[in-house]
């Protein structure tokens, strides 16, 4: 009868260690081999931002793409692919300054009067023909009372920092866009805020007394010139494209043609050009 009753209790013992045992199990977490990595709730967020933001520029809405490159810009600003959204942020801005849409605080509609010209016009909103007749898509310089003219207001200026060989154009302190340019060899570019008080389509240079005309080969200011408030240096083309990004100029800032060309419609005479080093 003990025996029975031994026997009896070490089966109780055993059934309940293996019950023990199979519910340890059941809560024991997977050995690390096999663990799986949590799910992590934001992942692809950055992905689905850039393609939501993507799709409003593409629908042509353009200053809600704007503001959501900014907000991805401002969320994911160590993430690898931040340099590729600063781009196509860029390219909205472009777009949007030079639509025919209507922008708070920075567009206004102007109404053509007996006797106004596109020149008197841009130096009433200190903007530049150019600008308004891309603006506008106008292909000449005539225009007749009771148009309207949409203007970009904005106003433009222009950081160029030396050590990176970068320029930023900047309207009322918001970044627009960046372009890498080439800065003076030694470091002599000069360093100050000055101002841009000329401007030439395809420009003669001379140097060293001697004066070459747009076509010649040894005119390295390519296709456009804004020159500063300080005699000898301003923002030029160049003949020289495999330059940029270097310290290699007389103390110019020199852009690729195409750019300066982008630059040369946006800016103003007496537009501030701020060069730090």
Known sequence: MKKNILWTALAVCAVAVLVFIVLRLKGTPAVSGSQKPAVDASAGSFDKDVRRADGLFQKGELLAARDAFREILLKNAADPGIEAVQKKLEDVNMKIILSAIQVPDE?????VKAGDTL???ADEYR????????????TSDVIRPGMQLRIWTG?????VD???NLLTLRCNGDVVKTYRVSTGKDNITPVGTF???????????THDGKVYSPESPE??????????DIPGYGIHGTTQPESIGQQVTAGCVRMLNAEVEELYDLLPVNTEVTIID
Do not use: A, D, H, Y
């Open 119 to 121: 020149s008197m016009i």
């Open 195 to 205: 101002k841009i008080v000329n401007k030439l389509k395809n420009p003669p240079w």
């Open 162 to 164: 030396k050590s990176q």
């Open 127 to 138: 903007t530049t023909v150019e600008m308004i007749k891309k603006e506008n898509g106008l």
């Open 219 to 228: 005119n390295i200011l390519g296709t456009r010139w804004m020159g500063f």
């Open 107 to 111: 567009t206004v509609m102007r109404e």
């Open 155 to 159: 106003r433009f200026s222009v950081l």
